[in-house]
């Protein structure tokens, strides 16, 4: 008993102690794109030469988890494009200018930097001696062309407000178009296969490749200027941070976009060198950046998995076993438990995550960063199913002569829960508790969605650079967390388990 | 004293006990026999409460059972089943200690009730540090026997206890359960379907089938004086190797 009551009390102090502390400083964040990653870089180095501390919050989600945690307060900056603004967050306003934009984000308290100098548009592009040939200057040029091969991402060719509409506004004559993967139709139209292609005006491919964006005469592709935004008490706070954003309006041009995208993308630079390398030629700062040994960096992202893991799985099993005792007594409770846990785990990640973000801001914990509740809630959430499963199994698979042999000693339900119900499952709920554990270690990864880090980090941004090295700096330390775990937990079935039960005992020695 | 009167059970619309009413007197031995499904076991564990009867009473020492008098009753009687019901994960010193464990005996006490117990069980010390699964089939129904008899309960229910044991090691617990139902003294209801091991323990036999009694009396009632075809066929059945209509 004093030993059951020792356990519990270490494995709560593991689970609530937390390890990570806020971060200090101004926070900046950026979304799950390179060019947001980048710019974030440029804005937290920036703010640091300027002699304010920074964090940078690197590949979030999505823009309603950024944009949400900067009216929260959780975030104080990021970079963003007017059109997202425009387009997402306030799509239901209808807003047309930018100045109207900056109304709304000044009601939210949230400040808008002037434009930064380059936008992350869509354009149509040719190969420059062809357009030039053809005379083709802009999109209406085209409409003189009708046996052009356009080829267009499938995204933009299926999107209402894409090609449909794009085809309308400038009476496009040209048939057969098809969708095709984006990094392919660059390939086909170096080698003249197509003549035209949608582009991004930031696509690293574009300082590489000779070619014309045609110009948008009738303006029907909505613009995305780069911007920051920020939160107004940001001035208040660190005056020095507010005035350094504001140093980066019109710096960067349409070129420097496409280059600084190009030599992280190529694997030539990390975000942080190549912002630092810009910062330095262009604006004359003097920063450094350190990039830490791959050792040092998988230390550290091992610590900050396993927090992810210790402060989700502990809590889970403490409330997934009493959960399944009530399942196994109660079936037709158990049932509705059941099947909640059942759904929680369709649930795709990043929605989870999304969903959790309100009731975990509604309690003023961190929703984003590092020890984020927001995983945390969602890791446990997905670690309840296995174990409440196998509670409810192994009661329910306890010999009925057992059962019976305690009902006729006389003993009362609490006693034959604590002292033969559970023990007799334990082995089962044990079983629970490590395919919980190995799920766990790989359900944690997710939460570098929401800047969690751990092992989820450089598999994040592997996956953005088509850098299989970078996704195994992530993946390879996972899989073996996830079998180092099984293993202690194969120990642990072997010498904590009760020993009657376990596979070791010695069996008859000799029948009769 | 146990009594049942007129009680009725029945399984998925199988009657398994049919408006049944008999008495077992204080301090003897009785053994209820007949062929499987005849509702030997369902009558004892109606009388630990395993079952409900839907209808007619269940007496001990005049007392009804009932769901408030069950815990109480139910630490008057020690009940072993055919496979000893020892609980895997504790040794046979636990599992015969659990209920003073529960009650919160002193351990002084419950050591020495438990070696009161593992002598008239015929057990050495060193196997009550088994695990039930290192233990013999014929210990275990020792240990069980030691579980069931630790409150010095004062009724002991055995459900055919010997079912799953080999001839020799039967003999020898068959003997030893004799010495020890004549030494205690106390009300003992002893379900089995062997006539000989009936015979040889029994103060009183009855004879069950379809959930109803047959015949009441000694063994030598049964063999001399059958009440039916039956009781005849049962009895001769169980002399000789002629088979017996399936039941």
């Known amino acids: 008993m004093l030993r059951t009551a020792v356990i519990i009390v270490v494995l709560l102090l593991l689970a609530f102690v937390p390890s990570e502390r806020p971060a200090k400083g101004v926070r900046i964040a950026s979304k799950k794109d390179t060019g947001s990653v980048i710019l974030g870089e440029l804005a937290t180095q920036t703010i640091r030469a300027a002699g304010a501390p920074a964090v940078h919050l690197q590949q979030l989600g999505g823009t309603r988890i950024v944009f949400d945690a900067l009216h929260r307060g959780e975030i104080d900056a990021y970079p963003e494009f007017t059109g997202t603004l425009r387009q997402e967050i306030f799509a239901a306003a209808g807003l047309s200018s930018d100045d109207d934009v900056r109304k709304h984000l000044a009601e939210l308290g949230t400040v808008m930097s002037r434009p930064l100098g380059f936008s992350n548009n869509y354009a149509l592009a040719m190969r420059r001696d062809q357009a030039e040939k053809l ?224 009731p975990v801001a509604y309690f003023g914990l961190n929703t984003i960063g590092g020890g984020s509740v927001t995983a945390i809630v969602a890791l446990f959430l997905y670690s309840l199913l296995p174990i409440v499963q196998n509670t409810v199994t192994g009661l329910a698979t ?89 293993l202690a937990f194969e120990l642990l079935e072997r010498h904590a388990l009760p020993a009657g039960l376990g596979p070791k005992s010695p069996s008859l020695e000799g029948r009769g | 004293m146990i009594e049942l009167q007129n009680v009725t059970k029945r399984f998925a619309g199988f009657v398994v006990v049919d408006s049944l009413s008999i008495r077992f007197e204080t301090g003897q031995t009785h053994v209820l026999i007949g062929p499987s499904g005849c509702g030997k076991s369902t009558l004892l564990r109606m009388i630990v409460g395993l079952v409900t009867p839907e209808a007619g009473a269940v007496l001990f020492d005049g007392e009804p059972v009932t769901p408030d008098s069950l815990v109480a009753i139910r630490r008057r009687i020690g009940y072993v089943i055919q496979e000893g019901g020892l609980f895997p994960h504790l040794t046979a010193r636990e599992n015969a200690g659990l209920m003073p464990r529960f009650l919160g005996w002193p351990e002084k006490q419950t050591a020495q009730r438990i070696d009161e117990l593992t002598q008239l069980t015929q057990l050495t010390p060193a196997m009550l540090d088994r695990y039930p699964r290192q233990l013999s089939g014929g210990q275990r129904q020792r240990v069980s026997l030691m579980r069931a008899l630790m409150l010095n309960p004062d009724a002991l229910l055995l459900d055919e206890p010997m079912g799953n044991l ?59 004086r059958p009440a039916n075809d039956f009781a005849a066929k049962f009895t001769r059945a169980q002399r000789g190797p002629q088979p017996i209509e399936s039941e």
């Open chain 2, 166 to 224: 080999d001839p020799m090691i039967r003999a020898d617990l068959q003997a030893d359960l004799r010495t020890i139902f004549r030494t205690l003294g106390k009300t003992v209801i002893f379900v089995t379907h062997d006539l000989a091991e009936a015979g040889y323990l029994a103060d009183h036999i009855t004879l069950m089938r379809h959930g109803r009694i047959v015949q009441q009396g000694t063994l030598h009632d049964l063999l001399e």
């Open chain 1, 398 to 486: 306890i010999p009925p002569e057992l059962h019976e042999s305690a009902l006729a000693l006389g003993l009362s339900p609490r006693f034959r829960l604590w002292h033969i119900e559970l023990p007799l499952a334990s082995p089962a709920i044990l079983a629970g508790v490590k395919t919980a554990a190995v799920l766990n270690v790989g359900f944690a990864t997710l939460g570098a969605l929401v800047g969690a880090n751990g092992y989820g980090q450089p598999i994040l941004t592997g996956i953005r650079l088509n850098n299989t090295a970078l996704i195994l700096q992530g993946a390879i330390p996972a899989a073996c967390l996830a079998i180092l775990l099984q």
């Open chain 1, 135 to 358: 005379h083709i200057q802009t999109i209406s040029d085209l409409a003189r062309h009708p046996n052009l091969r356009l080829r267009l991402s499938d995204e933009f060719l299926n999107r209402a407000d894409g090609w449909p509409a794009l085809r309308q506004r400038y009476h496009l004559p040209h048939e057969h178009v098809q969708g095709m993967d984006h990094d392919l139709a660059y390939r086909y139209l170096e080698s003249r296969t197509i003549d035209v292609m949608d582009v991004y005006t930031t696509d690293a491919q574009l300082a590489q490749l000779d070619v014309r964006l045609l110009d948008d005469d009738l303006h029907f592709f909505p613009q995305y200027d780069a911007v920051f935004l920020w939160r107004a008490d940001l001035a208040s706070r660190y005056p020095k941070a507010e005035s350094a954003l504001r140093s980066l309006e019109s710096q960067i041009t349409q070129n420097d976009a496409r280059e600084l995208n190009a030599l992280v993308q190529s694997g030539k630079a990390t975000e942080a060198q190549a912002a630092a390398e810009f910062l330095r030629t262009r604006l004359h700062l003097d920063v450094n950046v350190e990039e830490p040994s791959t050792a040092a960096q998988i230390a550290r992202r091992t610590r900050e998995h396993l927090d992810l893991v210790r402060r989700s799985l502990i809590p889970a099993i403490f409330v997934a076993i009493p959960l399944g005792v009530l399942a196994a007594k109660r079936p037709r409770l158990g049932r509705l438990i059941l099947g909640a846990a059942g759904v929680v785990q369709t649930i795709p990640a990043l929605a989870l995550l999304v969903l959790l973000i309100a």
